[in-house]
Nanobody
Framework: VQLQASGGGLVQAGGSLRLPCAAS????????MGWFRQAPGKEREFVAA????????YYVDSVKGRFTISRDNARNTVYLQMNSLKPEDTAVYYC?????????????????WGQGTQVTVSS
């Protein structure tokens, strides 16, 4: 599975960004997808995950109500819509794929990782 994340950039606090991650190489609808982030000097952090069908999602508490993970299986793409951005959301964001059988949730045992995309939120 190859993953290509994009959509990062510089945004002011309170603004929005949408990060797409395009996948190739395997039946996309069978794979759970996740988003992670890593801020400078910090460990990589789980952000959100979505099941293969898109029917189940999971978020870290710090982004609940602000971020939305979704997927378009016809386009082999998962999205992270980020609203009400805060400076503490500044990080490199990574998408990842978890092959079946998978456990949806905040774990780090994903099978494939994409390259990161930088998100910078200015105050």
């Amino acid at each position: 599975v190859q993953l290509q994340a994009s959509g990062g950039g510089l945004v002011q606090a309170g603004g929005s960004l949408r990060l797409p991650c395009a996948a190739s190489g395997r039946t996309f609808s069978s794979i759970a997808m996740g988003w992670f982030r890593q801020a400078p000097g910090k460990e990589r952090e789980f952000v959100a995950a979505i099941s293969g069908s898109g029917g189940s999602t999971y978020y870290v508490d710090s982004v609940k109500g602000r971020f939305t993970i979704s997927r378009d299986n016809a386009r082999n793409t998962v999205y992270l819509q980020m609203n009400s951005l805060k400076p503490e959301d500044t990080a490199v964001y990574y998408c990842a794929a978890d092959l079946p059988p998978y456990t949806l949730g905040p774990h780090y045992g994903y099978d494939y990782w994409g390259q990161g995309t930088q998100v910078t939120v200015s105050s």
